[in-house]
């Protein structure tokens, strides 16, 4: 069974990094037919698709967000991490983790983790 | 602000049936691109209900059904039970500089 788990702090100050991590059990990131992606969301608002990284490192990010966003992987650890830069009030957020099934372009989300409440303030 | 609109809210009667739109663009289902739709209960992270603009996976009810044409695409829901009573998104994949993968813009169900 496959399964998702996201930790990092819950409290972040403004214009500070958030850094999240996210633990895959019962599946391989070396498992060549997903992309292993990072999604977020406001309370009551919703969900946005903030970037993947496939098992070669490849990354691709919301242009919204792109300078300020990186996503990393550790396949010693079976993990890949998220972090974002120069926080403010607006990226308080939910933050899921998800595995994407990829196929000529599309790309759905069939496992995600049970999300981690980012809040930015001082 | 997505580029996939969903209606706010939806509602009926247990054992009736609703249908939620998914309208998009030429930068994404009009393109063929698939749409996927995704069901979030309170409180809890979004659960994968379609795939591939009509398949379902394994688990999930044939209550549920998908289609699309040209830009859009729907969301059928027949036989309503309580435990339908959640938030509903579609997704599919963009060309346009909003995101690469976009999210519809949600559409809350109630069951009356």
């Known amino acids: 069974q496959v399964q998702l788990q996201e930790s990092g702090p819950g409290l972040v100050k403004p214009s500070q990094t958030l850094s999240l991590t996210c633990t895959v059990s019962?599946?391989?990131?070396?498992?060549?037919?997903?992309?292993w992606t990072w999604i977020r969301q406001p309370a009551g608002k919703g969900l946005e698709w903030l970037g993947r990284i496939y098992i070669t490192g490849y990354t691709n990010y919301n242009p919204s967000l792109k300078s300020r966003v990186t996503i990393s992987v550790d396949t010693s650890k079976n993990q890949f991490s998220l972090r974002l830069s120069s926080v403010t009030a607006a990226d308080t957020a939910v933050y899921y983790c998800a595995r994407g099934y990829y196929y000529d372009s599309n790309n759905y989300f069939d496992y995600w983790g049970q999300g981690s409440l980012v809040t930015v303030s001082s | 602000q997505s580029v996939l609109t969903q209606p706010p809210a939806v509602s009926g009667a247990p054992g009736h049936g609703v249908t939620i739109s998914c309208t998009g663009s030429s930068s994404n289902i009009g393109s063929g691109y698939d749409v996927h739709w995704y069901q979030q209960r309170p409180g809890t992270a979004p659960k994968l209900l379609i795939y591939?603009?009509?398949n379902r996976p394994s688990g999930v009810p044939d209550r549920f059904s998908g289609s699309k044409s040209g830009t859009s695409a729907s969301l059928a829901i027949t036989g309503l039970r309580a435990e339908d009573e959640a938030d509903y998104y579609c997704?599919?994949?963009?060309?346009?500089?909003?995101?690469?993968?976009?999210f519809g813009t949600g559409t809350k169900v109630t069951v009356l």
């Open positions: 591939g603009n009509n």
């Open positions: 997704q599919s994949y963009d060309t346009s500089l909003s995101g690469l993968y976009v």
């Open positions: 019962g599946a391989s990131l070396s498992d060549g037919s997903f992309y």
